[in-house]
């Protein structure tokens, strides 16, 4: 087998011949290679798509987006009741503040109070029992915004002072 082209540029067509053997030898051992990570490949992946007890991870995924919905729409429904409880909280008496004293000097024990009790906004009431000899007495006064339209007391002041400063008092 003689060329040309080959004699003219100095080359041995078997050393050609030699060279295209090696590769198609090297291509042959990249494909085998191949195939058996591919064959592994394919083996995990229907393991993997099988998944446990014969459940597809198809009829898995599809399970956990009801799932996933069930739980988005359970959170829109505590997110309303927790507005809910928020409104409800703002106007519940949750400030407080007492005072005890004596309100004659022949009757101790400290047995009269004032007792705060006020919303988020410092509006609620006073409720101030005198407690004497006779007999004990309790009279209530508005509170709105924390001021009353009624004179208040010393210990009526002192009570409610507490109450509107409640949560500023309190240790951290």
């Given amino acids: 087998m003689q060329s040309n082209i080959?004699?003219?540029l100095g080359i041995d067509p078997g050393i050609i011949v030699i060279i295209m053997m090696g590769i198609m030898i090297f291509v042959l051992l990249y494909m085998?290679?191949?195939?058996?990570k591919m064959t592994r490949f394919m083996k995990r992946y229907r393991i993997f798509m099988k998944g446990r007890d014969a459940t597809s991870l198809e009829k898995a995924f599809a399970q956990k987006f009801i799932e996933v919905d069930k739980i988005v729409e359970l959170n829109k429904?505590?997110?309303?009741?927790?507005?809910r409880i928020k409104d409800v909280q703002s106007r519940t008496a949750n400030k407080i503040g007492i005072v005890k004293y004596d309100a004659f000097p022949d009757v101790g024990g400290r047995l009269s109070f004032a007792l705060a009790m006020l919303d988020e906004s410092d509006s609620g009431f006073v409720l101030n029992a005198i407690h004497g000899r006779e007999g004990?007495?309790?009279?209530?006064?508005?509170?709105?915004?924390?001021e009353s339209y009624v004179v208040l007391g010393q210990e009526e002041k002192e009570a409610l002072r507490q109450a509107v400063n409640y949560f500023n008092d309190m240790p951290s």
């Fill in 6 to 8: 080959l004699n003219s």
């Fill in 77 to 83: 429904i505590h997110a309303n009741e927790i507005r």
């Fill in 136 to 146: 004990c007495y309790t009279y209530i006064k508005e509170i709105v915004k924390g």
């Fill in 32 to 36: 085998v290679r191949v195939s058996m």
